[in-house]
Protein backbone atom coordinates (compact mmCIF):
# COMPACT_ATOMS: atom_id res chain seq x y z
CA UNK A 1 0.00 0.00 0.00
CA UNK A 2 1.09 3.10 -0.55
CA UNK A 3 -1.19 6.05 -0.34
CA UNK A 4 -5.31 6.31 -1.33
CA UNK A 5 -4.56 8.01 -4.89
CA UNK A 6 -2.51 4.77 -5.93
CA UNK A 7 -5.75 2.73 -4.24
CA UNK A 8 -8.49 4.42 -5.64
CA UNK A 9 -6.43 4.56 -9.58
CA UNK A 10 -6.25 0.65 -9.19
CA UNK A 11 -9.55 0.38 -7.85
CA UNK A 12 -10.93 2.29 -10.86
CA UNK A 13 -8.81 0.57 -13.54
CA UNK A 14 -9.78 -2.66 -12.44
CA UNK A 15 -13.40 -1.66 -12.19
CA UNK A 16 -13.16 0.87 -15.40
CA UNK A 17 -16.60 -0.06 -16.39
CA UNK A 18 -18.85 -0.96 -13.63
CA UNK A 19 -20.97 1.76 -11.78
CA UNK A 20 -19.17 3.16 -8.90
CA UNK A 21 -21.76 6.33 -8.14
CA UNK A 22 -25.27 6.57 -8.82
CA UNK A 23 -26.81 10.20 -7.84
CA UNK A 24 -30.38 9.63 -9.31
CA UNK A 25 -30.34 10.32 -12.92
CA UNK A 26 -26.63 11.61 -13.12
CA UNK A 27 -24.31 8.43 -12.78
CA UNK A 28 -20.65 7.67 -13.46
CA UNK A 29 -18.68 4.32 -13.86
CA UNK A 30 -15.32 3.90 -11.65
CA UNK A 31 -13.41 5.00 -15.37
CA UNK A 32 -15.48 8.37 -15.50
CA UNK A 33 -15.01 9.29 -11.83
CA UNK A 34 -11.21 8.38 -12.34
CA UNK A 35 -11.00 10.50 -15.49
CA UNK A 36 -13.05 13.51 -13.34
CA UNK A 37 -11.15 12.91 -10.29
CA UNK A 38 -7.65 13.64 -12.82
CA UNK A 39 -9.00 16.54 -14.35
CA UNK A 40 -9.73 18.11 -10.42
CA UNK A 41 -5.81 16.98 -9.62
CA UNK A 42 -4.32 18.91 -12.81
CA UNK A 43 -7.01 22.15 -11.64
CA UNK A 44 -5.56 22.06 -7.87
CA UNK A 45 -1.82 21.83 -9.47
CA UNK A 46 -2.36 25.04 -12.08
CA UNK A 47 -4.60 26.76 -9.25
CA UNK A 48 -1.20 27.14 -6.90
CA UNK A 49 -1.86 23.91 -5.19
CA UNK A 50 1.06 21.74 -3.84
CA UNK A 51 1.71 18.44 -1.62
CA UNK A 52 0.21 19.28 1.71
CA UNK A 53 -1.65 22.24 1.02
CA UNK A 54 -5.41 22.03 2.73
CA UNK A 55 -8.54 22.02 0.13
CA UNK A 56 -11.06 22.77 1.63
CA UNK A 57 -14.55 21.10 -0.08
CA UNK A 58 -17.97 22.19 0.85
CA UNK A 59 -19.86 18.79 0.77
CA UNK A 60 -23.16 18.40 -0.68
CA UNK A 61 -22.84 14.43 -1.47
CA UNK A 62 -22.48 14.92 -5.39
CA UNK A 63 -20.64 13.20 -8.10
CA UNK A 64 -18.48 16.33 -8.44
CA UNK A 65 -17.89 16.24 -4.85
CA UNK A 66 -16.75 12.51 -4.98
CA UNK A 67 -13.86 13.69 -7.77
CA UNK A 68 -12.79 16.56 -6.01
CA UNK A 69 -11.94 14.64 -2.92
CA UNK A 70 -10.11 11.97 -5.01
CA UNK A 71 -8.46 14.33 -7.42
CA UNK A 72 -7.17 16.31 -3.80
CA UNK A 73 -5.51 13.03 -3.74
CA UNK A 74 -3.74 12.83 -7.28
CA UNK A 75 -2.59 16.01 -6.30
CA UNK A 76 -0.73 15.42 -3.36
CA UNK A 77 -3.04 17.82 -1.03
CA UNK A 78 -5.52 16.85 1.92
CA UNK A 79 -8.98 17.25 1.73
CA UNK A 80 -10.58 18.93 4.51
CA UNK A 81 -15.01 17.98 4.78
CA UNK A 82 -17.19 20.84 5.47
CA UNK A 83 -21.06 20.44 5.14
CA UNK A 84 -22.53 23.05 2.75
CA UNK A 85 -25.22 23.38 5.87
CA UNK A 86 -22.25 24.57 8.35
CA UNK A 87 -23.16 28.08 9.59
CA UNK A 88 -20.28 30.84 9.17
CA UNK A 89 -18.92 30.93 12.32
CA UNK A 90 -17.75 27.39 11.66
CA UNK A 91 -16.35 27.67 8.28
CA UNK A 92 -14.49 31.01 9.54
CA UNK A 93 -13.53 29.17 12.09
CA UNK A 94 -11.88 26.19 9.78
CA UNK A 95 -10.38 28.75 7.12
CA UNK A 96 -8.76 30.17 10.51
CA UNK A 97 -7.66 26.59 11.67
CA UNK A 98 -6.30 24.84 8.45
CA UNK A 99 -5.16 28.08 6.37
CA UNK A 100 -6.57 26.09 3.06
CA UNK A 101 -4.92 27.13 -0.36
CA UNK A 102 -8.99 27.42 -1.69
CA UNK A 103 -12.39 26.05 -1.76
CA UNK A 104 -14.29 23.46 -3.70
CA UNK A 105 -17.43 23.76 -4.58
CA UNK A 106 -20.19 21.93 -7.07
CA UNK A 107 -22.15 24.29 -8.89
CA UNK A 108 -25.30 22.96 -7.85
CA UNK A 109 -24.51 24.20 -4.45
CA UNK A 110 -24.27 27.74 -3.67
CA UNK A 111 -20.97 28.99 -2.21
CA UNK A 112 -20.52 30.09 0.96
CA UNK A 113 -19.19 34.02 1.55
CA UNK A 114 -15.38 33.72 2.10
CA UNK A 115 -12.40 35.44 0.65
CA UNK A 116 -10.74 32.17 -0.19
CA UNK A 117 -10.07 31.27 -4.25
CA UNK A 118 -12.87 29.10 -5.16
CA UNK A 119 -13.21 26.49 -7.40
CA UNK A 120 -15.62 25.94 -9.37
CA UNK A 121 -17.13 22.43 -11.31
CA UNK A 122 -17.85 24.24 -14.14
CA UNK A 123 -14.06 25.31 -14.22
CA UNK A 124 -12.33 22.46 -14.25
CA UNK A 125 -11.13 21.72 -17.77
CA UNK A 126 -10.14 18.19 -19.01
CA UNK A 127 -6.85 18.11 -17.41
CA UNK A 128 -4.94 14.52 -17.79
CA UNK A 129 -3.85 12.18 -15.84
CA UNK A 130 -0.39 13.84 -14.86
CA UNK A 131 1.95 12.44 -12.61
CA UNK A 132 1.28 12.55 -8.77
CA UNK A 133 3.52 13.90 -5.86
CA UNK A 134 4.59 10.76 -4.07
CA UNK A 135 2.59 10.51 -0.75
CA UNK A 136 3.25 8.14 2.19
CA UNK A 137 1.27 6.23 4.02
CA UNK A 138 2.20 8.20 7.02
CA UNK A 139 1.05 11.48 5.36
CA UNK A 140 -2.16 13.31 6.35
CA UNK A 141 -5.18 12.18 3.97
CA UNK A 142 -7.99 14.10 4.97
CA UNK A 143 -9.24 16.26 7.51
CA UNK A 144 -13.11 16.24 9.09
CA UNK A 145 -14.36 17.77 11.71
CA UNK A 146 -16.36 16.82 14.95
CA UNK A 147 -20.11 17.09 15.00
CA UNK A 148 -19.79 20.26 17.02
CA UNK A 149 -22.78 19.44 19.29
CA UNK A 150 -20.84 19.95 22.62
CA UNK A 151 -18.84 22.85 21.57
CA UNK A 152 -16.38 24.02 18.54
CA UNK A 153 -15.71 21.75 15.85
CA UNK A 154 -12.04 20.45 16.49
CA UNK A 155 -10.32 19.54 12.63
CA UNK A 156 -9.60 15.41 12.87
CA UNK A 157 -6.78 14.73 10.40
CA UNK A 158 -6.20 10.73 9.36
CA UNK A 159 -3.07 9.27 7.59
CA UNK A 160 -3.38 7.59 4.09
CA UNK A 161 -2.66 4.08 6.13
CA UNK A 162 -4.76 4.38 9.07
CA UNK A 163 -7.67 5.08 6.46
CA UNK A 164 -6.62 2.43 4.23
CA UNK A 165 -6.27 -0.34 7.00
CA UNK A 166 -9.57 0.84 8.39
CA UNK A 167 -11.44 0.58 5.83
CA UNK A 168 -10.42 -3.00 4.92
CA UNK A 169 -11.00 -3.93 8.72
CA UNK A 170 -14.68 -2.68 8.48
CA UNK A 171 -15.42 -3.81 5.01
CA UNK A 172 -14.14 -7.47 5.71
CA UNK A 173 -15.83 -8.11 9.50
CA UNK A 174 -19.10 -6.59 7.80
CA UNK A 175 -18.46 -8.64 4.33
CA UNK A 176 -18.78 -5.63 2.23
CA UNK A 177 -17.32 -6.38 -1.26
CA UNK A 178 -17.95 -4.82 -5.09
CA UNK A 179 -21.10 -7.02 -5.49
CA UNK A 180 -22.38 -4.83 -3.15
CA UNK A 181 -24.82 -1.57 -3.53
CA UNK A 182 -24.77 0.89 -0.82
CA UNK A 183 -26.74 3.25 0.20
CA UNK A 184 -25.92 6.38 2.42
CA UNK A 185 -28.24 8.97 2.98
CA UNK A 186 -25.62 11.09 5.37
CA UNK A 187 -23.14 13.98 4.18
CA UNK A 188 -19.59 12.74 3.44
CA UNK A 189 -18.38 15.19 5.82
CA UNK A 190 -19.60 13.13 8.66
CA UNK A 191 -16.72 10.47 9.17
CA UNK A 192 -19.00 7.64 9.38
CA UNK A 193 -20.28 8.59 5.93
CA UNK A 194 -16.80 9.35 4.30
CA UNK A 195 -16.00 6.00 5.27
CA UNK A 196 -18.81 5.01 2.91
CA UNK A 197 -17.70 6.57 0.05
CA UNK A 198 -13.73 4.97 1.12
CA UNK A 199 -15.70 2.04 0.36
CA UNK A 200 -16.55 2.75 -3.11
CA UNK A 201 -12.49 4.67 -3.79
CA UNK A 202 -10.62 1.62 -2.41
CA UNK A 203 -13.18 -1.50 -3.01
CA UNK A 204 -15.05 -0.97 -5.66
CA UNK A 205 -18.49 -1.20 -4.00
CA UNK A 206 -21.22 1.08 -6.00
CA UNK A 207 -22.53 3.77 -3.97
CA UNK A 208 -25.61 5.32 -4.07
CA UNK A 209 -26.05 9.39 -3.39
CA UNK A 210 -30.01 10.49 -2.46
CA UNK A 211 -30.88 13.82 -3.29
CA UNK A 212 -31.83 14.69 0.16
CA UNK A 213 -32.10 12.91 3.71
CA UNK A 214 -35.54 12.54 4.29
CA UNK A 215 -37.15 9.15 5.29
CA UNK A 216 -39.58 9.90 2.09
CA UNK A 217 -36.54 10.35 -0.32
CA UNK A 218 -34.66 6.86 1.58
CA UNK A 219 -37.82 5.04 1.16
CA UNK A 220 -38.12 6.11 -2.69
CA UNK A 221 -33.98 5.35 -3.18
CA UNK A 222 -34.61 1.90 -1.52
CA UNK A 223 -37.05 0.86 -3.75
CA UNK A 224 -35.87 2.72 -7.23
CA UNK A 225 -32.26 1.89 -6.60
CA UNK A 226 -32.20 -1.82 -4.80
CA UNK A 227 -29.50 -1.42 -2.71
CA UNK A 228 -27.90 -4.46 -0.68
CA UNK A 229 -26.57 -2.12 2.27
CA UNK A 230 -28.26 0.73 4.25
CA UNK A 231 -25.89 2.82 6.17
CA UNK A 232 -27.89 5.31 8.56
CA UNK A 233 -27.52 6.05 12.17
CA UNK A 234 -29.83 5.92 15.15
CA UNK A 235 -31.73 9.58 14.15
CA UNK A 236 -32.94 8.17 10.68
CA UNK A 237 -33.92 4.91 11.61
CA UNK A 238 -35.59 6.70 14.24
CA UNK A 239 -37.61 9.24 11.35
CA UNK A 240 -38.16 5.53 9.06
CA UNK A 241 -39.66 3.53 11.99
CA UNK A 242 -41.08 5.96 14.56
CA UNK A 243 -42.26 8.43 12.42
CA UNK A 244 -43.96 9.06 9.17
CA UNK A 245 -42.47 7.51 6.66
CA UNK A 246 -43.39 4.78 4.39
CA UNK A 247 -40.65 2.47 5.05
CA UNK A 248 -43.52 -0.06 6.01
CA UNK A 249 -45.16 -0.22 2.79
CA UNK A 250 -41.20 -0.36 0.64
CA UNK A 251 -39.78 -3.11 -0.91
CA UNK A 252 -37.04 -3.82 1.37
CA UNK A 253 -35.86 -7.30 -0.08
CA UNK A 254 -32.63 -5.97 -2.35
CA UNK A 255 -31.34 -5.54 1.55
CA UNK A 256 -29.09 -7.81 3.52
CA UNK A 257 -27.25 -5.39 6.07
CA UNK A 258 -27.72 -2.35 8.21
CA UNK A 259 -25.31 -0.66 9.85
CA UNK A 260 -25.01 2.33 12.57
CA UNK A 261 -22.76 4.32 14.33
CA UNK A 262 -22.54 7.09 16.27
CA UNK A 263 -25.18 7.47 19.12
CA UNK A 264 -27.36 4.14 20.45
CA UNK A 265 -30.45 2.87 18.36
CA UNK A 266 -33.05 3.85 21.43
CA UNK A 267 -34.85 0.42 22.03
CA UNK A 268 -37.91 0.62 20.72
CA UNK A 269 -36.57 1.76 17.41
CA UNK A 270 -34.00 -1.49 17.44
CA UNK A 271 -37.11 -3.66 18.10
CA UNK A 272 -38.87 -2.48 15.01
CA UNK A 273 -36.01 -2.82 12.56
CA UNK A 274 -35.72 -6.37 13.85
CA UNK A 275 -39.44 -7.13 12.60
CA UNK A 276 -39.44 -4.33 9.48
CA UNK A 277 -35.93 -5.57 8.59
CA UNK A 278 -36.34 -9.14 9.56
CA UNK A 279 -34.61 -10.50 6.81
CA UNK A 280 -31.38 -8.53 7.41
CA UNK A 281 -28.06 -8.69 9.38
CA UNK A 282 -28.02 -5.07 11.58
CA UNK A 283 -24.68 -4.64 12.29
CA UNK A 284 -24.52 -1.76 15.64
CA UNK A 285 -20.92 -0.51 15.53
CA UNK A 286 -19.56 2.28 18.01
CA UNK A 287 -16.59 4.68 16.83
CA UNK A 288 -15.28 8.60 16.95
CA UNK A 289 -14.04 10.54 14.38
CA UNK A 290 -10.64 10.07 16.07
CA UNK A 291 -10.94 6.55 15.95
CA UNK A 292 -12.55 5.47 12.67
CA UNK A 293 -14.29 2.16 14.04
CA UNK A 294 -13.53 0.80 17.74
CA UNK A 295 -15.85 -1.93 18.29
CA UNK A 296 -18.65 -3.83 16.84
CA UNK A 297 -21.96 -5.83 17.89
CA UNK A 298 -22.20 -9.59 16.32
CA UNK A 299 -25.25 -9.26 14.09
CA UNK A 300 -26.57 -12.67 16.00
CA UNK A 301 -26.73 -10.93 19.12
CA UNK A 302 -28.56 -7.75 18.47
CA UNK A 303 -31.55 -9.06 19.90
CA UNK A 304 -30.35 -10.14 23.33
CA UNK A 305 -27.73 -7.19 23.65
CA UNK A 306 -28.97 -4.24 21.52
CA UNK A 307 -27.63 -2.33 24.70
CA UNK A 308 -24.31 -3.26 23.96
CA UNK A 309 -21.57 -1.77 22.38
CA UNK A 310 -20.31 -5.11 21.53
CA UNK A 311 -16.36 -6.23 21.46
CA UNK A 312 -13.36 -4.46 19.39
CA UNK A 313 -12.86 -4.90 15.73
CA UNK A 314 -9.60 -6.61 14.57
CA UNK A 315 -6.88 -4.59 15.28
CA UNK A 316 -7.81 -2.75 18.38
CA UNK A 317 -8.29 -3.36 22.12
CA UNK A 318 -10.47 -1.47 24.71
CA UNK A 319 -10.21 -0.67 27.72
CA UNK A 320 -11.79 1.10 31.01
CA UNK A 321 -9.61 2.88 33.07
CA UNK A 322 -9.79 4.76 36.17
CA UNK A 323 -9.13 8.87 37.12
CA UNK A 324 -5.57 7.16 37.59
CA UNK A 325 -4.87 5.27 34.63
CA UNK A 326 -5.44 1.77 36.15
CA UNK A 327 -7.75 -0.68 35.03
CA UNK A 328 -11.01 -0.85 36.06
CA UNK A 329 -13.12 -3.92 37.25
CA UNK A 330 -15.86 -5.85 35.59
CA UNK A 331 -19.16 -3.65 35.97
CA UNK A 332 -16.89 -0.46 37.22
CA UNK A 333 -17.69 2.61 35.03
CA UNK A 334 -14.48 4.04 33.72
CA UNK A 335 -13.17 6.08 30.88
CA UNK A 336 -13.28 3.83 27.22
CA UNK A 337 -9.40 4.50 26.09
CA UNK A 338 -8.74 3.13 22.53
CA UNK A 339 -5.88 1.24 21.66
CA UNK A 340 -4.50 -0.45 18.27
CA UNK A 341 -4.93 0.79 14.90
CA UNK A 342 -7.11 3.57 13.06
CA UNK A 343 -6.34 6.38 15.14
CA UNK A 344 -6.14 9.72 13.88
CA UNK A 345 -2.86 12.04 13.65
CA UNK A 346 -4.66 14.55 16.28
CA UNK A 347 -6.20 17.49 15.52
CA UNK A 348 -4.86 20.17 13.10
CA UNK A 349 -3.36 23.24 14.56
CA UNK A 350 -3.89 21.97 18.35
CA UNK A 351 -1.36 20.50 19.67
CA UNK A 352 -2.73 21.06 23.05
CA UNK A 353 -6.03 19.70 22.50
CA UNK A 354 -4.34 16.46 20.75
CA UNK A 355 -2.24 16.02 24.23
CA UNK A 356 -5.31 15.94 26.20
CA UNK A 357 -6.94 12.76 23.91
CA UNK A 358 -3.96 10.85 22.23
CA UNK A 359 -1.84 9.77 25.29
CA UNK A 360 1.05 7.20 26.38
CA UNK A 361 -0.65 4.01 26.54
CA UNK A 362 -1.32 2.77 30.36
CA UNK A 363 -0.54 -0.44 29.73
CA UNK A 364 2.96 -0.11 27.99
CA UNK A 365 5.76 -1.72 30.56
CA UNK A 366 8.10 1.26 32.04
CA UNK A 367 11.27 1.66 30.46
CA UNK A 368 9.32 1.10 26.97
CA UNK A 369 11.85 2.68 24.36
CA UNK A 370 8.34 3.90 22.85
CA UNK A 371 5.48 4.59 25.18
CA UNK A 372 2.62 3.88 22.46
CA UNK A 373 -0.27 6.21 21.50
CA UNK A 374 -3.68 5.93 22.52
CA UNK A 375 -7.41 7.74 22.60
CA UNK A 376 -8.79 9.07 25.62
CA UNK A 377 -12.12 8.50 23.95
CA UNK A 378 -13.95 11.35 26.43
CA UNK A 379 -16.61 8.35 27.01
CA UNK A 380 -17.49 6.58 29.97
CA UNK A 381 -18.23 3.20 30.05
CA UNK A 382 -17.76 -0.70 31.45
CA UNK A 383 -17.17 -4.46 30.64
CA UNK A 384 -18.96 -7.06 31.84
CA UNK A 385 -17.28 -10.02 32.97
CA UNK A 386 -18.13 -11.53 29.03
CA UNK A 387 -16.18 -8.22 27.82
CA UNK A 388 -18.86 -6.70 26.20
CA UNK A 389 -18.52 -2.93 26.75
CA UNK A 390 -21.56 -0.89 27.48
CA UNK A 391 -21.64 3.12 27.22
CA UNK A 392 -22.71 5.23 30.20
CA UNK A 393 -22.37 8.42 28.38
CA UNK A 394 -19.58 11.21 27.85
CA UNK A 395 -17.39 12.75 30.48
CA UNK A 396 -17.99 16.03 29.64
CA UNK A 397 -21.61 15.75 29.57
CA UNK A 398 -22.11 14.42 33.03
CA UNK A 399 -24.35 16.56 35.41
CA UNK A 400 -23.77 16.89 38.55
CA UNK A 401 -27.30 17.52 40.05
CA UNK A 402 -28.60 17.51 44.30
CA UNK A 403 -24.36 16.77 44.78
CA UNK A 404 -24.97 13.69 42.52
CA UNK A 405 -23.45 12.58 39.39
CA UNK A 406 -25.88 11.68 36.68
CA UNK A 407 -26.15 10.88 32.76
CA UNK A 408 -28.36 12.73 30.45
CA UNK A 409 -28.10 9.51 28.35
CA UNK A 410 -29.28 7.49 31.09
CA UNK A 411 -32.65 9.88 31.86
CA UNK A 412 -32.95 10.20 27.66
CA UNK A 413 -32.91 6.30 27.60
CA UNK A 414 -35.88 6.07 29.88
CA UNK A 415 -38.06 9.05 28.94
CA UNK A 416 -37.72 7.46 25.33
CA UNK A 417 -39.05 4.42 26.07
CA UNK A 418 -41.83 5.62 27.41
CA UNK A 419 -43.26 5.59 23.67
CA UNK A 420 -44.88 9.09 24.50
CA UNK A 421 -41.62 11.22 22.97
CA UNK A 422 -40.54 10.89 19.17
CA UNK A 423 -37.53 12.71 20.24
CA UNK A 424 -35.79 13.50 23.64
CA UNK A 425 -32.70 15.18 24.41
CA UNK A 426 -31.53 15.73 28.17
CA UNK A 427 -29.02 18.94 29.11
CA UNK A 428 -28.35 20.60 32.57
CA UNK A 429 -28.03 24.56 33.16
CA UNK A 430 -26.56 26.07 35.85
CA UNK A 431 -28.57 26.40 39.45
CA UNK A 432 -27.54 27.85 42.29
CA UNK A 433 -28.93 25.58 44.74
CA UNK A 434 -28.84 22.23 42.67
CA UNK A 435 -25.53 22.75 41.03
CA UNK A 436 -27.14 21.67 37.91
CA UNK A 437 -31.08 21.78 36.84
CA UNK A 438 -32.26 18.59 34.64
CA UNK A 439 -33.92 19.70 31.64
CA UNK A 440 -35.97 17.41 28.87
CA UNK A 441 -36.05 18.60 25.30
CA UNK A 442 -39.24 16.50 23.92
CA UNK A 443 -41.34 16.51 21.08
CA UNK A 444 -44.67 15.28 21.40
CA UNK A 445 -45.19 11.96 19.36
CA UNK A 446 -48.70 12.83 18.49
CA UNK A 447 -50.31 16.44 18.05
CA UNK A 448 -52.01 17.91 20.83
CA UNK A 449 -50.66 15.47 23.51
CA UNK A 450 -50.32 17.14 27.15
CA UNK A 451 -46.29 15.39 26.72
CA UNK A 452 -45.20 16.87 29.78
CA UNK A 453 -47.82 15.85 32.86
CA UNK A 454 -47.47 12.47 30.75
CA UNK A 455 -43.68 12.21 31.04
CA UNK A 456 -43.51 13.68 34.32
CA UNK A 457 -46.52 11.01 35.54
CA UNK A 458 -44.28 8.13 34.13
CA UNK A 459 -40.84 9.24 34.80
CA UNK A 460 -41.70 9.81 38.78
CA UNK A 461 -41.62 6.02 40.00
CA UNK A 462 -38.71 5.42 37.23
CA UNK A 463 -36.05 8.04 38.72
CA UNK A 464 -34.55 9.20 41.31
CA UNK A 465 -35.04 12.68 42.42
CA UNK A 466 -31.56 14.22 41.09
CA UNK A 467 -32.44 12.82 37.86
CA UNK A 468 -35.91 13.99 37.46
CA UNK A 469 -36.07 16.50 34.38
CA UNK A 470 -37.12 20.07 36.64
CA UNK A 471 -37.73 22.28 33.20
CA UNK A 472 -38.98 20.82 29.89
CA UNK A 473 -38.63 22.30 26.32
CA UNK A 474 -42.06 21.29 24.22
CA UNK A 475 -40.32 21.92 20.63
CA UNK A 476 -41.70 20.50 17.19
CA UNK A 477 -38.42 18.98 16.16
CA UNK A 478 -34.95 18.44 18.18
CA UNK A 479 -32.27 21.02 16.68
CA UNK A 480 -29.21 18.66 14.92
CA UNK A 481 -25.90 19.59 13.79
CA UNK A 482 -25.13 18.69 9.71
CA UNK A 483 -24.01 15.35 11.10
CA UNK A 484 -27.01 14.40 12.81
CA UNK A 485 -26.58 14.64 15.85
CA UNK A 486 -28.40 16.84 18.47
CA UNK A 487 -27.22 20.61 19.03
CA UNK A 488 -27.06 21.03 22.73
CA UNK A 489 -25.53 24.10 22.40
CA UNK A 490 -28.43 25.41 20.94
CA UNK A 491 -30.80 23.48 22.92
CA UNK A 492 -28.76 25.02 25.83
CA UNK A 493 -29.14 28.87 23.82
CA UNK A 494 -32.93 28.42 23.70
CA UNK A 495 -33.27 27.37 27.66
CA UNK A 496 -31.34 30.64 28.81
CA UNK A 497 -33.89 33.27 28.56
CA UNK A 498 -36.31 30.83 30.43
CA UNK A 499 -33.62 30.01 33.02
CA UNK A 500 -32.95 33.45 33.59
CA UNK A 501 -36.81 34.44 34.00
CA UNK A 502 -36.88 31.92 36.74
CA UNK A 503 -34.25 33.24 38.87
CA UNK A 504 -35.44 36.68 38.49
CA UNK A 505 -38.44 36.14 39.77
CA UNK A 506 -37.33 34.11 42.53
CA UNK A 507 -34.62 37.53 43.82
Known sequence: MTNLWDLFVATARRDSARPAIIAGDRSWTFGEWLARAADYAAAYRAAGVAPNDRVLLRVRNSTEIAAALTGAWGAGAIPCLLDSTEPPTHVAHAVTT???????????????????????????????????????PTDVALIDFTSGSTGRPKAVAHSHGALARGCRAV???LGIGPADRLLCPI???????????????????????TEGNTAFEVCESLARDRPTVLAGYAPLYTYLLRGVSTVRTTDLTSLRLLTNTGSAIPRRVLDD???V???CRISLNYGLTESYRSAALDPALVRTRGDSLGRPIPGVDLIVVREDGSLAAPGEVGEIVHRGDYLCLGYWNDPEATARVLRPDPLMPAGSPYPGRVLFTGDLGYHDAEGFLYFKGRRDNQLQSMGVRVSPGEIEELLFASGLASEVAVFGMPHELRGHEVWAAVVARTPGQDVKRELEHYARPLMSLHMLPRRWLLLPALPRTSNGKVDYPALKAAAAPLASAQLTART
Open 98 to 136: LSPRLLAVDDDDASWSTDLVTLHARDVADGGLAPEPRTL
Open 171 to 173: AGY
Open 187 to 209: SWSFSYASMQLQFTALLGVTHIV
Open 273 to 275: MLE
Open 277 to 279: FAH
